[in-house]
């Protein structure tokens, strides 16, 4: 996490922003996590100058909004923070790791706050989405959470006693870029990441690479909510499909529940809507935790796709 030293009042309307790859969601929360307002809009692609309008655009509507509706508030009682791919490089103060690879290499947080014209605070969307889930989400009173994000790409973001665990190269939780562990025969060496790496887990378990993975098998190309559909309906090639895909899940996350123990993990991302994975997950990671207590709570978001928002909104605020 990135940004000025100070703590901002606990009094100030809390703006958070999370900017995806297809979209950029903001939200304004008030000093209890109330939801005042929310916008959405479509996130520009491969423009870095419009994507730092699309975000101020965001921002400065929102807090408009809220002074609209309370006359006399000053714009500086806002605090906003936002929630990015990759993350800001300690040693450079650019944009490293973004799988929106037009951010890369940027002077992003530099270049929003002069666009603005007010301090942000910047963190991973994977970061923040742990932090909304364990301020007041799904790991509300954990000491520690590990916020899993399964969508286009695969992150993660640790939070234990409040803070983010991100590390002095700004890669904390970054599990998504680890190969794929305890690899089964025909699973060596992987498929080829966006990172240039192959075998990544999030060239595994995201949902473009289930939906490749049904197609290298099958040999039909079809999405991961068809796949989802007609294996409900018994379908045996896509209820393969999704034991595949659950078990790969389910060995990456033993990697991580050995390295860090986390108390709870919360799933986010359009792929943590499998209800099957809460079921299935913590008796197929049993067999590889390092451990004679393997039980692990692994839960859905409470926030759903506001979660990464939400999370952003509490960067100024959590301790």
Request: aromatic letters at 0%; charged letters at 15%.
């Given at each position: 996490m990135t940004g000025p030293a100070n703590t901002a009042p606990r009094d100030r309307i809390r703006i958070g922003i999370d900017l995806g790859g297809t979209k950029i969601e903001g939200i304004a929360l008030d000093v209890g996590g109330g939801q005042l307002a929310r916008l959405r809009i479509n996130a520009p692609r491969n423009d870095y100058r419009a994507t730092i309008e699309a975000?101020?655009?965001?921002?400065?509507h929102l807090i408009n909004e809220r002074c609209a509706d309370s006359p006399g508030v000053d714009p500086r009682a806002f605090t906003v923070g936002i929630g990015m791919p990759g993350s800001i490089s300690p040693a450079t103060g650019l944009v490293q790791n973004a799988n929106s690879t037009w951010l890369n290499g940027m002077a992003f947080q530099k270049d929003i706050e002069a666009a603005l014209g007010h301090?942000?605070?910047?963190?991973?969307?994977?970061n923040c989405f742990a932090v909304s889930e364990a301020v007041d989400g799904a790991g509300a009173g954990a000491h520690s959470v590990f916020g899993v994000i399964l969508g286009t790409g695969v992150g993660g973001g640790l939070v234990i006693g409040g803070r983010i665990i991100d590390g002095p190269r700004g890669t904390g939780g970054e599990w998504g870029h680890n190969p794929l562990p305890w690899a089964k025969e025909g699973e060596f060496p992987g498929p080829l990441c966006w990172c240039g790496k192959h075998g990544c887990m999030e060239a595994w378990v995201s949902g473009p690479a289930m939906a490749a993975d049904h197609e290298l098998v099958t040999g039909h190309e079809t999405s991961p909510n068809t796949i989802a559909t007609l294996s409900q309906i018994g379908t045996p090639e896509y209820k393969a499909t999704l034991e595949r895909h659950c078990d790969r899940l389910a060995r990456g996350l033993a990697q991580v529940?050995?390295?860090?123990?986390?108390?709870?993990?919360?799933?986010?991302?359009?792929?943590?809507?499998l209800a099957h994975l809460y079921d299935e997950l913590p008796g197929r990671i049993a067999p590889y935790l390092f451990t004679d207590s393997p039980q692990i709570a692994i839960r859905p978001p409470r926030w759903g796709d506001a979660g990464g928002a939400r999370g952003a909104a509490w960067l100024w605020h959590v301790s």
């Open positions: 975000v101020c655009g965001i921002a400065t301090p942000v605070r910047l963190a991973n969307d994977a529940i050995n390295l860090i123990d986390p108390e709870v993990i919360v799933l986010g991302g359009g792929l943590s809507n």
